[in-house]
Each structure stands twice: as C-alpha cells, then as structure tokens.
C-alpha cells in the first residue's frame, strides 16, 4: 500500500531536548515536505527536499534541520524545541518528475513542548 | 508558486451542491489548480487538479474561469462526511520549486 509514514504519532518533551519526527514513503517519490499546522494559520511549509542531499527551506524553517540522505526518508529534527513548536506537523510527498504532482500526506505527528 | 484566496467558512446542505471558490489571480500559464481536504487533523487528502479545462471525477468537479483566475471546487450532493477543511493550491506538476503556499483554507460546514 502506498503510503507517507510518520513517526512518533504523538510526543511530550521539554525545552532544549533534541528531538527527531521521522518520515518514510514507499512510492519511489522524489519530492519531500514537512509542513506544520497551527490553528488559524492553516498549513505552513518548513522544508522540502526535491531529491536526494536537495533540501531548502520553505515559509518557517526556523528552529529546524531536515537532512535527505536516502529516497524514501527525510526526517524532521528540532535541535532545541521550544514551546512554540508545539504544533501537529505533518510531511508529504509526491512525484515532480512525472505523474499529476498529487501531494501524499502522512497521518500527522502532534508535538507538544513544555 | 501563485497564493491562492479562499472564504474562511461556509454551509451547505446534506444532499445539495457545495461550491467552494478559489482566487488565484496571479496564477501563471503553467501552473495547474489542486484541491485538497482535510477531515478533522488528519493528513490532507487529494480531490482533483486541473490546468484549464473543467475537470470531473469520483469526488468531485473542478470548474476554471477562461482566465484562469479563479475556479470552483464542486461536491455534487454534499454528505455529512464532506465536513472538512478545503484547501486550493497552484503548483507546476514538475516545477523545480518546491515551495508550496496552502494558506488557511475554507472550513465547510455540511448541515443536516
């Protein structure tokens, strides 16, 4: 089954403790994205990644590292989280080199920093 | 990639056609119209693309202005199900930018 795969689902953490949400497609896709949702302020795009060891910042990079050293993953790490990366973040991808371009989302990663 | 507007809520209901517009004023030639939804927190799913010409499938129809400046996201007889969060975006199937704009979305509203 094709699918975009987050993991963990849901995480507590405190301030300042390093943390990786990681993300796995299955789909041979060559483009990658992690987004976070905040209420009232829809999706925001962090990073994204159209191939391998390609990855440049979107609209909120701010306070995060992605690194794409394989195809199939491209994880999210909060050096130092801090309370305003609680969010519920989500990552997708998609084919950019052939197909409809339709974006694969994973089922969300609720992060919450205390 | 071109910012889309979109209402911040709308009715509709159960049974009837909902129409949730889109702007995209700035939309360039090569740049096709997604719709996505997403139901209560869950990751966004995929409705229908097009690039000019109206689009129809299971789900849903897709109607483009002839300037392509706006277009139509239609669910031909809206269930309670429908209920979720719509979101328009423009993007290049291939583009070699990868920077997405989803802004906020419309909150649809399927009444009983």
């Known amino acids: 089954e094709a699918q975009v795969t987050q993991n963990p689902r849901y995480l507590i953490t405190v301030t300042g403790k390093k943390l990786t949400v990681t993300c796995s497609q299955n789909m041979n896709h060559e483009y990658m994205s992690w987004y976070r949702q905040d209420p009232g302020l829809g999706l925001r795009q962090i990073y994204y990644s159209m191939n391998v060891e390609v990855t440049d910042k979107g609209d909120v990079p701010e306070g995060y590292k992605v690194s794409r050293k394989e195809k199939r993953n491209f994880p999210l790490i909060l050096e130092s989280p801090s309370p305003n990366q609680t969010s519920l973040y989500f990552c997708?991808?998609?084919?950019?080199?052939?197909?409809?371009?339709?974006?694969?989302f994973g089922e969300g990663s609720r992060l919450t920093v205390l | 990639d071109a910012k889309t507007t979109q209402p911040t809520s709308m009715d509709c209901a159960e049974g009837r056609a909902a129409n949730l517009p889109c702007n995209h004023s700035t939309i360039s030639g090569n740049e096709y119209v997604y719709w996505y939804r997403q139901i209560h927190s869950q990751g966004p799913q995929y409705i229908i693309h097009?690039?000019?010409n109206n689009e129809t499938n299971e789900m849903a129809s897709l109607i483009i202005t002839e300037d392509r400046k706006s277009s139509t996201l239609i669910l031909p007889h809206a269930t309670l199900r429908d209920t979720a969060v719509y979101y328009c975006?423009?993007?290049?199937?291939?583009?070699?930018?990868?920077?997405?704009?989803f802004g906020q979305g419309t909150t649809l509203q399927v009444k009983p």
């Open positions: 997708a991808s998609s084919t950019h080199l052939q197909g409809n371009g339709e974006l694969f």
């Open positions: 097009g690039l000019k």
């Open positions: 975006i423009v993007r290049v199937p291939s583009s070699n930018t990868g920077k997405l704009i």
